[in-house]
């Protein structure tokens, strides 16, 4: 049968994890440190904003860009929170998610050959999302850089096919972010190769130790960026499947030409509810935001007292940790982990190849008190190797 | 200070070794400053909050009492309020605005230990106009906690 599937999925490797996660699903009684979502449900004035929807008869397909109020809300929203400006009529489209919002983005950008740039570790789509495009992805290992892009990483890895940078801050697994200085010696090499960046900026909200600042903020970058965001991580509202996209209009038109097609709209009843969220859940998110910075906090100190290795987590709710001095692999650390003390954690070859083989992803997304009984059978294990 | 309270109001059961490594203090310094709230009474006591739904064995009756009074002159309500709130059956005692001017939580083993005292405690207090007793059926919510719907996690046990 294998010879029926198209040879772009073929491309595709199986995910080298797919067995481990097999194994904590098949576990009782774990406490599991691999979530990678928030253990908060969405607030109760935002689901209530749903059901009102939902009772008020709202179960018809909206406009393919979105809803206008919603696009309106979020122009809104970005100009006070970021001072960006977008227009709500041409210039957002909501999508399913961030994970539709950047399979549109790579399609509508990618031809055949082309080149994507993704440093990693990263989440697991980048990569293959380029491939089903037939465009080429590559990968940028930033283990050497504290996990961040540099420019001189950056033009190393440019060639003359290369036309799409993908960015992700604060970043999932490293919980890494950037600074405005960061960003300023990236821009100038966007600039100078014309690169269009997307970036997904969807923890913006879950940054703790200084103001997120968005790429396209920067001076000139509104042309070359294509900023991604959702509802999933900063209002806990990952089921919902509700995110958006900005950019320069004829690029947000040429994704909704595809979005038009292959999705038609996001869930009405999911954007009344992102309408309630974004004008109404600001102090929702800050209680939420301040309960993972003081996990981050805790499981940072506790991590350093255990002397394991990590790159200090500024943003989203993870933290990636070397385990190399173990001397084990991610995988076998993870496995014996769970198997001996069960807690589950993500082995790093989830996010890369080659070093991420030495980490492992630790999400802070369980109550403090679950947090601490996992830190100290960590602890134990540790000293059980 | 102000965040040491904040923090131990949600959770009473974090140490101040865990406060401490959250706030990236010393634990000496965390556990002094939490000895100063309890000796200047800004922490009266750290209890464990029971779901009394799903208790079968002590359920104490609770009725919340509504206390018209007279204020006495030159001190207004605290003279009548200290003379109620000190009796062990009230366990809370707040003063409201509206139609009425004390708020009472009174306990008692059941429901006519709780009438005896209203009819012969509190209602024949000098300055007490008029009394209406609302016994309490059931709770729903309680301390920020809900208490009739036990927590479910829907979450996968891992995701990327």
């Given at each position: 049968m294998k010879e029926k599937?198209?040879?772009?999925?073929?491309?595709?490797?199986?995910?080298?994890?797919?067995?481990?996660?097999?194994?904590?699903?098949?576990?009782?009684?774990?406490?599991?440190l691999g979530i990678g979502e928030p253990d908060f449900v969405t607030p109760w004035h935002i689901r209530e904003a749903g059901i009102y929807g939902l009772e008020q008869g709202y179960t018809s397909y909206t406009s393919n860009q979105g809803l206008p109020q919603l696009r309106k809300a979020i122009a809104q929203y970005l100009k006070r929170r970021f001072n960006l400006k977008y227009d709500p009529d041409d210039e957002i489209l909501i999508t399913v998610g961030v994970s539709e919002a950047y399979d549109l983005a790579i399609r509508a950008l990618?031809?055949?050959?082309?080149?994507?740039?993704?440093?990693?570790?990263?989440?697991?789509?980048?990569?293959?999302?380029?491939?089903?495009?037939?465009?080429?992805?590559?990968?940028?290992?930033?283990?050497?850089?504290?996990?961040?892009?540099?420019?001189?990483?950056?033009?190393?890895?440019?060639?003359?096919?290369?036309?799409i940078l993908v960015?992700?801050?604060?970043?999932?697994?490293?919980?890494?972010?950037?600074?405005?200085?960061?960003?300023?010696?990236?821009?100038?090499?966007?600039?100078?190769?014309?690169?269009?960046?997307?970036?997904?900026?969807?923890?913006?909200?879950?940054?703790?130790d200084q103001e997120h600042v968005p790429l396209t903020s920067l001076p000139g970058m509104k042309l070359q960026t294509i900023y991604l965001n959702g509802?999933?991580?900063?209002?806990?509202?990952?089921?919902?499947?509700?995110?958006?996209?900005?950019?320069?209009?004829?690029i947000i038109s040429a994704m909704n030409k595809i979005?038009?097609?292959?999705?038609?709209?996001?869930?009405?009843?999911?954007?009344?509810?992102?309408?309630?969220?974004?004008?109404?859940?600001?102090?929702?998110?800050?209680?939420?935001?301040?309960?993972?910075?003081?996990r981050r906090d805790y499981i940072v100190e506790r991590l350093r007292d255990m002397e394991l290795d990590f790159v200090y987590p500024q943003g989203a709710f993870y933290v990636y940790v070397n385990i190399k001095k173990t001397g084990l692999s991610s995988r076998e650390f993870a496995v014996r982990l769970l198997k001996e003390k069960k807690v589950a954690v993500v082995p790093g070859v989830a996010f890369g190849p080659g070093d991420n083989d030495n980490y492992v992803r630790m999400a802070y997304t369980v109550d403090f008190d679950t947090l601490k009984k996992a830190i100290d059978r960590i602890e134990d294990f540790m000293r059980s190797l | 200070m102000k965040e040491i309270i904040e923090m131990l109001r949600e959770n009473a059961r974090l140490t101040a070794e865990d406060i401490a490594k959250i706030l990236k203090k010393d634990v000496k310094e965390i556990s002094k400053n939490?000895?100063?709230?309890?000796?200047?009474?800004?922490?009266?006591?750290?209890?464990?909050?029971?779901?009394e739904e799903k208790v079968k064995s002590f359920k104490p009756v609770r009725a919340i009492i509504e206390v018209q009074v007279t204020p006495k002159r030159n001190q207004g309500f605290d003279y009548i309020a200290e003379r109620i709130y000190k009796f062990p059956e009230v366990v809370t005692c707040f003063l409201v605005s509206g139609t009425y001017d004390l708020l009472l939580i009174v306990e008692g083993e059941d429901i006519h230990k709780v009438a005896q005292f209203v009819a012969e405690k509190l209602a024949?207090?000098?300055?007490?106009?008029?009394?209406?007793?609302?016994?309490?059926?059931?709770?729903?919510?309680?301390?920020g906690f809900i208490l009739t719907?036990?927590?479910?996690?829907?979450?996968?046990?891992?995701?990327?």
């Open positions: 599937i198209a040879y772009r999925v073929n491309r595709i490797e199986p995910s080298g994890i797919r067995e481990f996660f097999d194994l904590v699903l098949g576990m009782k009684n774990i406490i599991s990618v031809n055949p050959g082309e080149e994507v740039l993704i440093p990693q570790p990263c989440y697991v789509s980048y990569y293959p999302v380029a491939v089903l495009a037939e465009g080429k992805p590559r990968y940028i290992s930033t283990a050497n850089c504290g996990f961040k892009l540099t420019p001189e990483l950056l033009i190393s890895s440019i060639s003359p096919r290369t036309k960015l992700n801050y604060p970043s999932n697994p490293t919980g890494v972010t950037y600074s405005r200085e960061e960003l300023r010696a990236l821009v100038k090499v966007i600039k100078d190769k014309d690169l269009i960046v997307i970036s997904d900026e969807i923890y913006a909200e879950l940054t703790y509802f999933s991580k900063a209002f806990a509202m990952t089921g919902w499947r509700l995110g958006f996209a900005c950019g320069p209009k004829e979005h038009q097609y292959t999705m038609l709209c996001a869930p009405i009843l999911s954007q009344m509810a992102g309408i309630e969220a974004i004008l109404r859940g600001e102090s929702a998110v800050r209680d939420m935001c301040l309960e993972y910075r003081r | 939490i000895q100063k709230l309890e000796k200047d009474g800004v922490i009266l006591g750290y209890k464990t909050i029971i779901n024949p207090l000098e300055g007490v106009k008029g009394t209406v007793t609302h016994f309490l059926l059931k709770k729903y919510k309680q301390d719907k036990s927590k479910k996690n829907h979450r996968q046990t891992i995701t990327l």
